[in-house]
């Protein structure tokens, strides 16, 4: 059996439908489906059952997964980058996570946590995932803080020689239509377009770049989960990894593709941020892939221009979940 935490959420979801497209069904997933529409995450996935997340650790807890799962895709937790509410990200993100991984390695099962790319704060001591720089991240809220305790304590515990946790950038595409606000600006840009014919960016705050020019390592959802899998099928290889493509890119560059998939003419606006967010803006992302690719990952990325084209093509046009048939 494998378990997907989080399976009905963006990654999870997108993870169970990989493994449906190699023929794999007997999954648990776990979550928490509450009042929000990611349910239909799960509706063109197969799956053994299906647990909610208090439930689920309760059984844990009590022993009665001790024996049976080989591995554990724990991708659930809190993601909001704007969550006020530490007790609680501590709570969900942090101790949650570390009650799996210890029942995780006491019972021998594999386990593959997310982290996040929000650990390494400004940016300005560089996106290495060598585990003896983690001590030094400052992430600038409380939801990469809440991953970067974990990633802290696993190291303390010696359990990084066990477990792989990967620090996801910026990952976008079919499965995130649920997540509000913290969905990718690939499909707020879409939405914007196909609503009033333009899109709007924040201008910059920052004099080393133009409005647009600011850069991130934008990240499919298929290359991304490429990558996740590639920790399942090489079970000696453990520690932080970086999940991304290795290649910052513009925010213009990622507006003007999303007009070249509807085929509409380039109009962005750039407005005023707001000063709370000024405070914590992120400028420049790029993931260090060269760990993932010494460890023996090999795949290539899907370009921007592409995987833009595909999202918007094959889903966001015609109204498409990811599954063992689309992934």
């Known amino acids: 059996m494998i378990i997907v935490t989080g399976g009905a959420g963006f990654i999870g979801s997108a993870i169970i439908a990989a493994l449906n497209a190699r023929g794999t069904e007997d999954i648990l997933v776990v979550d928490e489906l509450g009042n929000n529409l990611k349910f239909k995450n799960l509706v063109n996935l197969s799956f053994a059952d299906y647990i909610e997340k208090d439930d689920f650790l309760d059984m844990v807890l009590e022993g009665e997964f001790d024996k049976g799962p080989k591995t554990v895709f724990h991708m659930g937790a809190c993601s909001s980058t704007t969550e006020t509410d530490a007790s609680y990200l501590v709570r969900n993100n942090y101790e949650y996570t570390k009650l799996l991984a210890a029942?995780?390695?006491?019972n021998d099962i594999r386990f593959i946590y997310a982290s996040s790319a929000a650990t390494y704060g400004d940016g300005a001591l560089g996106f290495s995932d060598d585990e003896k720089k983690l001590e030094q991240f400052r992430p600038l809220n409380m939801y990469g803080y809440s991953k970067q305790l974990f990633d802290l304590w696993a190291k303390r515990s010696g359990l990084?020689?066990?477990?792989?946790?990967?620090?996801?950038?910026?990952?976008?595409?079919?499965?995130?239509?649920?997540?509000?606000?913290?969905?990718?600006?690939?499909?707020?840009?879409?939405?914007q377009i196909t609503d009033y014919g333009k899109v709007k960016l924040f201008k910059s705050y920052d004099d080393n770049y133009a409005d647009g020019e600011y850069l991130r390592d934008f990240v499919y959802i298929k290359d991304a989960v490429d990558m996740t899998l590639f920790f399942m099928d090489n079970p000696k290889v453990s520690g932080i990894y970086n999940i991304g493509t290795g290649k910052a890119r513009t925010w213009n560059d990622m507006v003007k593709a999303i007009f070249t998939a509807v085929g509409a003419e380039v109009k962005i606006d750039y407005i005023d941020m707001t000063e709370?967010?000024?405070?914590?803006?992120?400028?420049?992302?790029?993931?260090?892939?060269?760990?993932?690719?010494?460890?023996?990952?090999?795949?290539q990325m899907t370009s921007l221009e592409d995987a833009v084209s595909d999202y918007v093509k094959n889903y966001l046009e015609n109204s498409n979940y990811l599954s063992a048939n689309n992934i």
């Open 103 to 106: 029942w995780a390695s006491d």
């Open 160 to 191: 990084l020689d066990k477990i792989v946790g990967l620090k996801y950038f910026n990952v976008f595409g079919p499965n995130e239509y649920h997540k509000a606000d913290m969905r990718s600006f690939i499909l707020k840009g879409y939405e």
């Open 276 to 299: 709370q967010l000024q405070k914590q803006y992120q400028y420049y992302t790029q993931a260090d892939i060269s760990k993932i690719k010494a460890a023996g990952y090999s795949n």
